[in-house]
């Protein structure tokens, strides 16, 4: 089994309280690597896992786990937890694990998930479509799909995450939420395979051959795994391609360094807006 082998992996470094006397990870603690690396992979498939199981009408329970040990971990050691699915039967679904500190194998796993009602706790046959994502997903293909439009087309969408995130999540009230910009703009919206909404953004003309973007909100599920720099390039191209040749946003502090990794700058002084300390930030567009 080789590194290469897995398109999913998550990254963990091992701490000192998962030592044990002997100065090794405690056995115990690979299946719980394991159980983390898991929650990462539905995030991988762009899946908010509660209401996308919600969605699907049951739920995944461990039917059983069985660990190899090649060798051991140690305190500090950067592991590289590595999943794929592999079978699917009726009900049931099989994922074989291995833990990797660089290219060294030190731990073989298969995780055996059985799809069930909640309630009466009996199986159900994989949905059909939690089946094509999970294959899907192991043969490459893209977990999100970005559609832009205006808002006749994408406003309810956009609506119910923006709502989730600004307004419920941080307080933003509402009034400040909903402008008359949106009937303008172009927005972008992010949808997983099973129709979710996952994350949106907007862009406005600021003046000729300026793009304003804004309100970029990722479900909160699904933050730190590429969802957001996607609808910034999507946006980013729509811009590019109308021909505008900068791209200016009044970032959250807390996500400047999010839009100084997509070649953002801060520009001028921070300032408050709803509450919430903000700062400039532009960049040059390409032209296309
Ligand atoms: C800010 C936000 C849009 C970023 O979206 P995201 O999907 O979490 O970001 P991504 O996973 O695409 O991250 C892309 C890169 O930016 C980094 N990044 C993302 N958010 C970051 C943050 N808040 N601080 C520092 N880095 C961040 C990621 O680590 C990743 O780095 P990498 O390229 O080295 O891997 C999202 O966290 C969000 O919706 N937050 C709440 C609403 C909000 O703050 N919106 C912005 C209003 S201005």
Known sequence: MKRQDFRF?????????E???QKIVFNAHYLMYLDTAVADYWRALAMPYDEAMRLLGGDLYVKKATVEFHASALMDDRLDVCLRCGRIGTSSMTFTGAIYRGDELLITAELIYVFADPA???????????RAM?????????MLELRTGGWAELGVAARRIRSEVFVQEQRIPAEMEWDDADDSAIHAVAFNRLGQVVATGRLL??????ARIGRVAVHRMLRGSGVGRQVLQTLLAAAA????????????????????GLGFQPR?????????AHIEMARALPVV
């Open 120 to 130: 009466s706790q009996t199986s159900r046959p994989v949905p059909a479509a939690l």
């Open 268 to 276: 001028g002084e921070a300032f408050d807006e709803a509450g919430i």
């Open 9 to 17: 992996f998550h990254r963990l470094r091992v701490r000192w309280a």
């Open 134 to 142: 999970l294959t899907g997903y192991e043969n490459g293909e893209a």
């Open 241 to 260: 391609g109308r021909g505008d040749r900068e791209a200016v946003l009044n970032a959250q502090r807390s996500a400047q360094d999010f839009y100084s």
């Open 19 to 21: 030592v044990d006397m």
């Open 205 to 210: 003309q600021q003046r000729p051959g300026v």
